[in-house]
């Protein structure tokens, strides 16, 4: 679920922005910003490397995938997933643009600039501060380190979408005059974290125990996971077909923005992948607790198809993506590759769930 977070805030904010008819090159850098911050909940996870410490140091009683998650309830869906701290980061984050964005331009030789960047620079530390210390009151010193490497990965995000925009903007005026990259404005930057922020928590309610909402303030909302259905294959399976739903959204998001047609670059082959359905016949039906057998080998078959069916050949020519946004090598045949072996993985489920309707049916 960790990549479905990223995928939900990017395309949703790639299509409103879209539709709201930004120029797609300044769409697709937004959503990309977007679907960075809707990750950026799930830095808590690296506590759970603790975990993995433990089980190699220890008699190994534990399986490595049980030690990770034992260590991950510890922290994670906490500090990380509040709504609150959300609405209190995300304006921090635009500061620290703001800031960047004015020491960068000519303000700083005038006074008034200095002061903005100091301002807006001092503004964003006393929002972190004010978030770490609450961190640390509440839940004590793990919850505050944790909430620093949130805030300090964002921070990250923020200058690096900053620094990338404004070097895109400037090699698009190079290349092609009046078709460069806007660089990133500090509210919309603001507003792509705070999406991405809020988005993220709603993903955790299917398959885990749900957030602290409104940490450091205690909350009832939707105090347990939602069950999908009573049996818990089909909860798995339900949530699994939310994920892949959320994947096709993202790659037809991705390919309405740089003008590529998603359904043409895959190769009608990928339908072989069906003959997955058989896996429901000859192996244990999986759940929550026990599902690395089904995800891996049907990711498996979705890599194995798109490998060896995708080919560069096998689609239509489309067109690069925008100068301010140059592609990266074999753009073309990587999307190939990748929309073949997700068709084949959606091939192969649709297969797994028809069998697996058929055996429940017949019991």
Same mark, same amino acid.
């Given at each position: 679920m960790f990549v479905g977070h990223a995928l939900l805030a990017f395309a949703v904010a790639g299509l409103i922005a879209d539709w709201r008819g930004w120029p797609r090159q300044h769409a697709l850098f937004v959503a990309v910003i977007a679907g960075a911050f809707g990750a950026l909940p799930d830095i808590d996870i690296l506590y759970a490397l603790t975990g993995l410490g433990h089980w190699l140091l220890a008699d190994g009683a534990l399986g490595a995938p049980t030690a990770f998650w034992n260590a991950s309830r510890t922290v994670h869906r906490s500090v990380t997933h509040s709504l609150l701290v959300g609405a209190v980061a995300a304006p921090a984050?635009?500061?620290?643009a703001f800031a960047m964005r004015t020491r960068a331009s000519d303000r700083p030789r005038r006074p008034i600039g200095s002061a903005l960047t100091a301002l807006a620079a001092l503004a964003s530390l006393s929002l972190f501060g004010l978030l770490v210390l609450a961190a640390l009151l509440r839940s004590g010193p793990l919850a505050a380190f944790v909430m620093s490497l949130f805030l300090g990965t964002g921070t990250l995000l923020s200058l690096a979408s900053v620094r990338a925009s404004t070097l895109a903007s400037a090699l698009g005026d190079t290349a092609?005059?009046?078709?460069?990259? +806007?660089?990133?404005? +500090?509210?919309?930057? &603001? %507003? @792509? @974290? $705070?999406?991405? %922020?809020?988005? #993220?928590?709603?993903? =955790?309610?299917? &398959?885990?125990? +749900?957030p602290d909402w409104f940490f450091p303030a205690d909350s009832t909302l939707l105090a347990?996971?939602?069950?999908? #259905?009573? =049996?818990? &294959?089909? #909860?798995? $399976?339900?949530?699994?077909a939310i994920e892949l739903g959320t994947i096709w959204l993202a790659a037809v998001t991705f390919c309405r923005l740089t003008d590529r047609s998603a359904f043409a670059a895959i190769d009608p082959r990928a339908g072989l992948a069906a003959g997955y359905g058989l896996a429901a016949v000859v192996t244990t039906p999986p759940t929550l607790d026990v599902s690395y057998h089904f995800v891996f080998s049907i $990711?498996?078959?979705?890599?194995?198809?798109?490998?060896? %069916?995708?080919? +560069?050949?096998? @689609?239509?020519?489309?067109p690069r %993506?925008?100068?301010a946004l140059p592609s990266l090598p074999r753009t073309e045949s990587l999307l190939v590759t990748a929309l073949t072996g997700l068709a084949a993985i959606t091939s192969a489920f649709l297969a797994y769930v028809i069998v697996y309707l058929s055996l429940l049916g017949s019991v």
């Open positions: 984050f635009g500061l620290v092609v005059p009046n078709s460069s990259l +806007p660089a990133i404005s +500090p509210s919309t930057l &603001t %507003l @792509a @974290a $705070l999406w991405g %922020l809020w988005s #993220h928590p709603w993903g =955790d309610l299917v &398959t885990g125990s +749900p347990s996971r939602v069950v999908l #259905h009573s =049996d818990p &294959t089909l #909860h798995l $399976l339900a949530a699994f $990711l498996s078959v979705g890599l194995l198809s798109g490998i060896t %069916l995708g080919s +560069p050949v096998s @689609a239509a020519r489309h %993506l925008q100068p």
